[in-house]
């Protein structure tokens, strides 16, 4: 009698986890390889002359940042690619597949928002001086940018948008750091004197 109850509890046990995870799928997401959409898995490099490069196999990292209603949500980055100019992907896995909702720059940051999908910041370099942060995010429908904004850098260190920047110089020359103020003025403003 004992074994029949531990049979059956051990019936039960397994049926209510699979019913829990849903058909086919365990409680932790995962995205196969093959599940990678066509799109990412199928880019080849292009030099700087524009010629196409040999293609290598790319090494995808899969990292799992939300769920939906209907469907998780994975980035997923190239780690051969290095530098400036790499992107990062935004991919959706429902029960009909795989699709990518958003390109953006390597450099980003996630944010969880209502509704699953989830708020995407991310940073472009636009120059040694220049840089943009957009901001991405869910309209029911797709991704949207939703902001833009230009900052800027001197001597490698961010200083923000122009009016912070501006500011910044201003206190500088009130702590009489004039180096630091031109500085600040040649870069957010192309003035190289006071």
Not at 2 to 24: D, E, H, Q
Not at 144 to 169: F, I
Not at 176 to 191: M, S, T
């Amino acid at each position: 009698m004992n074994k029949l109850l531990t049979i059956s509890m051990a019936l039960i046990a397994g049926f209510a986890a699979l019913v829990w995870t849903g058909a086919g799928e365990s409680s932790d997401p995962v995205l196969a390889d093959r599940e990678i959409p066509a799109d990412i898995a199928s880019r080849c490099a292009v030099s700087a002359t524009g010629e196409l490069e040999v293609c290598h196999q790319p090494e995808f990292t899969r990292r799992w940042v939300a769920r939906t209603d209907r469907s998780d949500l994975f980035v997923v980055t190239n780690d051969l690619c290095q530098g400036s100019g790499c992107r990062a992907w935004l991919v959706e896995k429902s029960v009909s597949g795989t699709n990518t909702l958003l390109v953006f720059d390597k450099a980003f940051r996630v944010h969880e928002s209502a509704g699953g999908y989830p708020v995407i910041e991310s940073y472009t370099d636009l120059s040694a001086t220049q840089g943009a942060y957009s901001r991405f995010e869910w309209n029911g429908a797709a991704y949207a940018r939703t902001a833009n904004r230009l900052v800027y850098s001197v001597d490698g260190a961010e200083c923000g948008t122009r009016d912070e920047c501006n500011a910044a110089a201003r206190e500088a020359l009130k702590r009489q750091q004039v180096d630091r103020a031109v500085k600040i003025l040649e870069n957010v403003n192309g003035v190289s004197w006071i």
